[in-house]
DNA sequence: CATGAATGAGTATTCATTCAT
DNA sequence: AATGAATGAATACTCATTCAT
């Protein structure tokens, strides 16, 4: 299709650049195209000639941003240290990544709010809940394995870890006094970790 | 104010229901008012009449949906049986609460979304979220004085079966297979309450 | 559905008059929906309230075009004259009507353009010639009844003078001084009657 | 010009082919550039290397849709049979060009549509009348002068017989059924001519 | 000659809100 | 209190045309 499949792409990039920074300073909706325009840089035409509809470009914003990094799940699979650490490494990194985010998380909601009308959304919000979860199941079988954690439900416990930190950022976003991440978060994940020990 | 409170009361009423059969289907944003009128059975005047805008009807819709029946935490606090029982029952109060919204469930994330940008919404939940975790709280440490429970950080505790529970109606809206209340929902959160008992 | 029927009726026309003057001056597809505002002296919105687009004020207003007059097809065959006499009163009539709508002709070729696309506007249409030629027919079988007309295919003879008429339309539009109406037009129409006649 | 001037001639046929297939499907206004870019099989670029805008692929085409075939007139001139065979061969020859134009008549009445605002258009449309129009004069006149046809008023019976072909074409392009051209039509038109003949 | 990315003025349509009755 | 007609600002999207390569 494209003649220039890397400017192709780039575009693309420059106009959901601004379009998350639009998105996230104004929410899906009160977000004009105009001002996507304007914070690209671009013209209206143009930016209609990479993506068809607002819909198309919130659908490639929430693949780009739950893109689910693979690479990772492996690493941490075959990484040293016990599997506690790994996990709590696991849970600080994406505590990171959301803190990267900045001001996304916002608009976190949107998208799942989107997630309920536009399937595309939905996609890719849901296989990245599921990479996510196979990897903690993977660690903690690895766990149970070695020896390091009670021989629990393995999908339990993964949805449990799973919730938690799901459950944290609803809340922090709510009312961000409530979850300090550096210590009331992490303790709660500690905490549900702890549960998975042996008990002794 | 009114000539006939109770009839007031109940055309509110009339209309919030409504207004929530309409954005659970739609969404806050693509929900138009004429919707509402027509679920309603009601007129544009009248709906006008007793809610003088959209953002009134979503902040009352939130007023409603969350508020907190404090009834509910004393008698829990003087119920008899263990701790970890009652937090089990509590658990599947709530549970049986999403139940009975069904479809209502939904709009849970509009409203997260709208809490960002609509001061009363945000209060609301904020003060759902904190008379739960206060709840919470004085359960756990009814079950740390009782000796029932290890002497855990009390809020950290609260925090992580807090989030447990929002973290699963989250993963269960946006892939309602991975999360069966009945099974696999019930047993994480009886894994982060073993986590909080006496090993031995 | 409305609450003053005739309210609703005057509305209606008083936007299809305007859009006809509009359509008149412009064409269908250079008319602006706010050319249309403008020359209604009502506000978009109320525009948009009676007619839910532009195509179905085209369709409208072709509705209310070729509404056919029941009445004039029973009169003239009771009416008194010879048949050829009647039907250059017809004739006449029509060609009249096409004069009193003046600027309207002009977009005729609009209406026959859309209802290739729009059923709506070929079913106006369709019916309009039906009607006519129903009772160029009648007629022509009453001439041939009283012997004032050959014994001709009746259905052809309907034909022949529907279409001269129609083509005489067409003609005049593209090329205004090759068809003077009151001169070579009736001439025309008057030729192709002669040839009804008895020859003798 | 053009380097190479059959390549540029047939690019422009070739342009011009897609377009009316394109016009006919859509008409005029509801066609994109974009489309006939596609059902040419060529670039937006090239296309308007060889025509400057939509409305000069218009002309050209009306151009070549009412070029009239010079020859045509004078071999038929002179050519043997009497008058009103000759005439029935012309009119059969034209219904039969109409046939071979198949779904491409239905753009006619968006051409004689445009022609009210393109006098590029309408000149065209205008010529190809005139010339059919004389064509049909200098036959009637020949008929005449061979004590073939009554001594009619010649303009006028051409200008029947111009109509009602053109009228057929009306009726037949809204009401397809209306008009067999095997049988009613041919009927029509002879029935026409008979009205010139001498009546005996 | 050919390409297709880039432009931006132009426009139909929507919908929360008001208000005369 | 109740009705539904009226309002108009707001906005997503289109598409003929241009132009750098």
Redesign the interface.
Known sequence: MAARPELSAARKNQILDAAMVVFARS????ARMDDIVQESGLSKGTLYWYFKSKEEIITAISQRLFATDIKQVESLLKAEGTVSERLQQLIRDRAQGLREMSGMV??L??F??A???QDGV?QF??TY??NF?ELLVALIQQGIERGELRP??V???A??L???????I??S???PD??QWAS??E??????????KH??
Chains 1, 2, 3, 4 share one sequence.
């Open positions: 929410g899906f909706h009160d916002a608009i909601f949107e799942y709010a997630a309920l009308h939905r919000i849901k809940f599921q979860h629990v439900d999908q339990a416990a949805t449990a799973d919730a938690v930190f799901e459950g944290l609803v809340r976003l709510i009312d409530a979850v009331l978060g303790a709660a994940i500690r905490l549900t970790l702890d549960g998975l008990r002794q």
